[in-house]
């Protein structure tokens, strides 16, 4: 049996997530998430964001969240500010582009974060009548190379979106293990208010499937579930969701399981890093990049199953680890002993 620091989604959903459907399996609920249980769990998400008047809304994934979410935020003339390593930009096949909006993206430095400095010259080319007009900012927390938003940088960006008529979406298929990372300063509720929308990602952090989409500012909202019904996004046996993210959300098991990823992610990290292995970039959440010759790929093959990040020169490519909730400290040591 091979190591398995592939992704965090391999594995079906923790337990206690599990024994809450199972629990609901039989009773019979009512369908498109008129349910006890969705209804429920929207009111505690909204507790725990500290946000008594947020809309929230499941849907299933983080592409069909992020897709229907941003579409609906703009007006048809208006486009999204993305990160060019953003996944909106670089892992969605253009179905953001497919509804009618243009992507702007924008080249950030290895850390994936995007900041006022780098947005403002697309802003000034972007007063062009004849030119889509900026109508959102689309970040990830955490980003695609594993950081994550201080509360000093977001509270930065944030307020440039609101001077420059900017909403700010914030991609949160990772969000458990950013706002448990140890580079993190912010709560969930400072985290709500520095933001128009976000979702808090299930699929990568503990549920068979979902993501709670949350949108702050009730003036945004208006008829958010036509669109949502119109995009195909509406579950039949929405109570599922409600569920599972009833179970996430007691006993504040989403993020005991965000670090748990973490802890684990440091420990193969400061394994590897001893061994002499190189990192790519600094990530403090689940997901680890490394710079590993081609010729130790074959090895790494046999005993562990990772991702191919991609290629670092003509002898070297950067891989990446990435831990779960699932993953324990058995399995870093035994791939940390396997490579030794």
Not at 285 to 305: G, H, M, R, S, W
Request: aromatic content about 10%; glycine content about 8%; overall charge negative.
């Amino acid at each position: 049996m091979k190591f398995w620091f592939k992704n965090d989604y391999s594995f079906g959903a923790h337990p206690k997530v599990l024994d809450a459907v199972v629990a609901a399996n039989m009773e019979g609920n009512w369908g498109y998430g008129d349910d006890k249980y969705t209804a429920r769990a929207k009111d505690v998400i909204r507790e725990k964001c500290g946000c008594p008047d947020a809309m929230v809304e499941f849907l299933i994934g983080g592409t069909q969240t992020n897709v229907v979410a941003c579409s609906f935020l703009l007006k048809p003339w208006e486009a999204a500010i993305c990160p060019h390593s953003g996944h909106l930009n670089g892992h969605e096949v253009g179905a953001f582009e497919a509804t009618g909006h243009k992507i702007l993206p924008v080249e950030v430095g290895a850390d994936g974060k995007i900041t006022p400095e780098l947005i403002a010259p697309l802003l000034e080319v972007h007063k062009d009548v004849h030119l889509t007009k900026p109508g959102l900012v689309y970040i990830s927390n955490a980003t695609e190379n594993g950081d994550v938003y201080t509360k000093a940088e977001l509270t930065r960006l944030y307020a440039f979106c609101r001077e420059n008529d900017l909403l700010l979406f914030a991609d949160g298929a990772r969000l458990g293990c950013a706002l448990t990372s140890d580079s993190n300063d912010l709560t969930l509720p400072e985290f709500a208010k520095l933001v128009d929308a976000f979702y808090i990602g299930g699929t990568k952090n503990g549920t068979m499937f979902g993501e709670a989409l949350v949108i702050t500012r009730p003036e945004l909202t208006k008829d958010f579930f036509r669109m949502k019904k119109r995009m195909g996004a509406v579950m039949e046996k929405g109570w599922i969701q409600g569920a599972m993210f009833l179970a996430l959300m007691e006993d504040d098991l989403y993020f005991k399981m965000g670090r748990h990823a973490n802890e684990m992610a440091a420990r193969l990290q400061k394994g590897l890093v001893d061994m002499g292995w190189k990192l790519w970039v600094e990530s403090p959440t689940n997901q680890l990049f490394f710079v590993i010759p081609n010729e130790l790929k074959a090895k790494l093959d046999e005993i562990c199953e990772y991702e191919d990040w991609c290629m670092y020169d003509e002898t070297h490519t950067v891989i990446r680890f990435v831990t779960c909730f699932n993953t324990t400290e058995a399995d870093v040591d035994g791939l940390l002993a396997a490579l030794r």
